[in-house]
């Protein structure tokens, strides 16, 4: 995994190259953020260029109208270095009328190029950073926490929508800026040199704070991420914690979770408006130290002057959002350290895929040797090896912590073995297209997932192939057509995750029907009536009696009555196979199969 972005540097002096080249590396690392067309660079350059004359020239204008009317004259004069220009005063008064207004529509200009620029980037970090998850291997996604992706598409995106902004208004601010400053050098030297000396002492006075602004950033941008994990969580408990009750103890974990965000929000809101006043407060105070300066020096035209001075303080107010625009960017690299992050890690494990079709006809599939763990030191499966036919049902079975959870995941191909080898028609499973056995093996899960949408929407899953016909089809197998027809709105009745159209039976042969709608060979099921009413296990067993011989079927059951139609049951135990028989023959020979039974018939019998 790549190295938290919000470390902390290390202490001790760098050399000037050292420090060139983590600049250089950061900005490689960033740049892709803030990739945007070339025409609408060229153009914020350009425009902030232009926008910069047409300011400076109106300020002369202004300071030289301005020192007519002092004199009572009638013609304006304005000198430009060597150059000097002399013109009747409703005429200054229409230019400058008219570089008022091409300066406001630059500026309008100047606004929306890096508004644009946020949107387009911003859209497409999303879609970037989605399909980048969308991508990656299961286990990148299964080890994180709930609320991890959800904070990076939203608050960190925002973040860096703002930086974009904020890189934007700092480029223009910086390039009028520096025209500005070029205009004062061509109405007066000193005041450029001082100008200079000025805005260069300023920034590098306020480098400290900034640096202290980032590492305050960094921990908010950590603290975001912890937050919406917790919040995530809040809603997923809210059923439990409705029954249970939000007790002291509770409620004071999530404040904890909201004090651990208010500190080092406090800071860096601070910083990043304090930082800013701070610029502005010295550099008028310089700028007075400076006038003093202009004054010794000797200016005697009054025009002159009073155009340097409205030069001055314009070009200080440009100097400020450049340092408001660094201050910005300090606050906001975190954020993207974390996105970038992600990205690097979601792009670093992809899904595991093969170039070979899958046979036209799954005869056999099975493991050998297949060992697997979640770590080195933690071995789950322990070699197995089975064969399936075609059309056997076959349960899985055994205590909790087997690994029974384990084998389904890899034999839907969400994990890799760390030996062994998932096989079809004795051939590496992994060799296969990815996008074939998404389409041949379907999966139920024990918790039914639903989106907010209708009742054809959950069943289709985004699978634009499938007709209503496919749909209806596929409900009928699920037991769950006569149902849905029933209801006012019949499969455009709209359900959700705590919709209350819908029962947990109900939900649950939706999503089976989700899984036969595509006609997959094979079909995992993770422990489908666990948590169903007599009527609805009925249903669910129905369907699944209708479907043997007809597709390959695996279903893991802790009761093995639901089991009992099963061709042959595999008992796992401490991650071996211990036994793969027939129910009759477990009966016989194996002691957990039959244990389990005899428990099974007692409580029947009570």
Not at 114 to 133: C, E, G, I, T
Not at 436 to 465: C, K, M
Request: include cysteine; charged fraction near 20%.
């Amino acid at each position: 995994m790549p190295a938290k972005a919000d470390a902390p540097p290390p202490r001790g002096r760098s050399n000037p190259f050292a420090v060139a080249r983590k600049a250089r590396a950061a900005w490689r690392r960033l740049a892709p953020f803030f990739q945007t067309s070339r025409l609408k660079m060229v153009l914020l350059v350009a425009g902030s260029v232009v926008a910069g004359v047409a300011e400076a020239a109106l300020l002369a204008i202004v300071g030289a109208i301005a020192g007519a009317l002092s004199n009572g004259a009638t013609e304006v004069t304005l000198k430009l270095g060597p150059v000097g220009l002399s013109e009747p005063l409703d005429v200054m008064f229409a230019v400058g009328v008219g570089m008022a207004i091409v300066r406001g529509a630059l500026q309008l200009m100047l606004a929306y190029l890096p508004a644009s620029m946020s949107a387009h980037a911003v859209a497409n970090l999303r879609r970037l950073l989605f399909d980048s998850f969308t991508g990656a291997a299961w286990p990148v996604k299964a080890s994180e926490r709930d609320g991890q992706f959800q904070s990076l598409m939203t608050t960190h995106v925002n973040a860096t929508s703002y930086a974009i902004i904020t890189l934007g208004t700092g480029i223009s601010a910086a390039l009028v800026f520096v025209t500005l400053l070029v205009s004062a050098f061509v109405l007066s030297l000193p005041a450029a040199v001082m100008l200079s000396v000025v805005s260069t002492g300023i920034f590098l006075m306020l480098r400290p704070v900034s640096r202290r602004l980032r590492r305050h950033a960094a921990a908010l941008s950590s603290e975001n991420i912890e937050y919406s994990k917790g919040v995530q969580e809040v809603v997923l408990m809210a059923e439990e914690t409705e029954v249970f009750g939000a007790s002291p103890e509770y409620l004071d974990s999530f404040h904890r979770q909201i004090d651990g965000i208010r500190r080092p929000m406090l800071r860096t809101r601070f910083l990043a408006q304090g930082v800013p006043a701070l610029y502005q407060s010295v550099a008028l105070l310089l700028l007075v130290l400076a006038l003093g300066v202009i004054a010794l020096v000797g200016m005697s035209e009054i025009a002159s002057l009073a155009a340097v001075v409205l030069i001055l303080l314009r070009a200080l107010t440009y100097g400020q959002q450049v340092q408001t625009a660094v201050t910005g960017l300090d606050e906001r690299v975190p954020f993207m350290h974390h996105l970038a992050d992600a990205v690097e890690r979601y792009t670093a494990n992809p899904r595991q895929d093969g170039d070979r079709h899958l046979p036209d006809v799954v005869e056999r599939i099975g493991m050998r040797g297949v060992r697997f763990g979640y770590g080195p030191d933690t071995e789950v499966l322990k070699g197995l090896t089975f064969s399936v036919g075609r059309g056997e049902a076959i349960g899985i079975a055994g205590p909790s912590g087997a690994g029974k959870s384990s084998l389904v995941q890899l034999l839907l191909r969400l994990r890799i073995p760390t030996a062994g080898a998932l096989e079809v028609n004795g051939t590496d499973a992994r060799e296969f297209r990815r996008d074939e056995w998404q389409r041949r093996v379907a999966y139920v899960p024990q918790t039914p997932q639903l989106v907010w949408g209708t009742v054809a929407d959950n069943i289709r899953f985004y699978r634009s192939h499938l007709t209503q016909q496919d749909i209806e089809a596929a409900a009928r197998r699920a037991q769950i057509h006569d149902e849905i027809m029933s209801w006012e709105n019949g499969y455009e009745t709209v359900v959700g995750q705590r919709a209350a159209a819908v029962s947990g039976g109900q939900r649950q042969r939706i999503c089976l029907a989700r899984a036969l709608a595509d006609r997959p060979e094979i079909l995992v099921l993770d422990e489908p009536t666990s948590a169903l009413d007599v009527r609805s296990e009925s249903l669910v067993k129905n369907s699944l009696h209708e479907l043997k011989g007809s597709i390959t079927l695996f279903m893991v059951g802790h009761r093995l009555s639901t089991l009992s139609f099963c061709d042959r049951i595999m008992v796992v135990a401490d991650g071996r196979l211990e036994a793969f028989a027939p129910p009759s023959e477990l009966q016989a020979t194996n002691s957990f199969y039959r244990e389990v039974t005899e428990l099974t018939r007692q409580q029947s019998g009570s």
